[in-house]
């Protein structure tokens, strides 16, 4: 895996760019990790540099061959049509081999469904970069990135490995930062659906919600 940045001082990363956020990714471009990921049937080399223009996420999860990743990763599979309908692509991410990703393929009926890359985050820079690694285990924490079409990451979830995610609710978060992303004036409120109304910020709605 190898990544094209500007080094940073101060930071062990390999390349980072820091914004005003106090540490947070949020508003930052990540690099252009390259990764080799099992996808259609086959080993390739995915480039982060290929997804410019798209939306898309990285989904880490923990491990091959264990119990919650396969109920999330299936649940994705079963969605991803929906994803791909509004544009967004979904790259999962684990610590394992591509070569592993494969073996799980071929013996779960749950991650036989999985069409999207399944990145192999071997050598731990993804994940050491998003700060998702759990150094003394070697594996990700369940970690959600959100990335624009600039390369931007909109929106970050990182939950304990005993905690699965809802793909339902990744689509909604989606479709809420490609709206503001298309409609700069307007913000989305709490548990905002496509097709709700928004709120449109300015010193008439302070106190009035």
Not at 45 to 66: H, I, Q, R
Not at 132 to 153: C, H, K, Q, W, Y
């Amino acid at each position: 895996m190898t990544t094209e940045n500007n080094m940073c001082d101060g930071c062990d990363c390999g390349g980072c760019d820091i914004n005003d956020y106090s540490g947070s990714l949020i508003g930052t471009e990540i690099p252009n990790f390259t990764l080799p990921v099992y996808v259609d049937g086959k080993i390739k080399t995915l480039s982060l540099a290929d997804y410019k223009d798209k939306w898309y996420v990285l989904f880490f999860y923990p491990a091959d061959f264990t119990f919650v990743c396969p109920t999330e990763l299936e649940e994705l599979a079963n969605m991803y049509e929906q994803f791909k309908t509004i544009g967004c692509e979904i790259i999962s991410v684990s610590t394992d081999t591509a070569y592993a990703h494969k073996a799980w393929q071929d013996v779960s009926p749950a991650i036989k469904k999985v069409t999207y890359p399944m990145a192999s985050d071997a050598n731990h820079q993804l994940s050491t970069y998003c700060n998702v690694l759990i150094s003394e285990e070697g594996m990700a924490l369940r970690g959600t990135f959100i990335v624009n079409p600039d390369g931007i990451i909109k929106s970050m979830e990182v939950n304990d490995n005993s905690i699965g995610r809802s793909a339902k609710e990744l689509l909604r978060k989606v479709k809420a930062a490609q709206f503001v992303s298309n409609h700069g004036d307007q913000v989305c409120p709490a548990s905002w659906e496509e097709g709700d109304e928004t709120l449109t910020p300015g010193v008439e709605l302070v106190g009035k919600i």
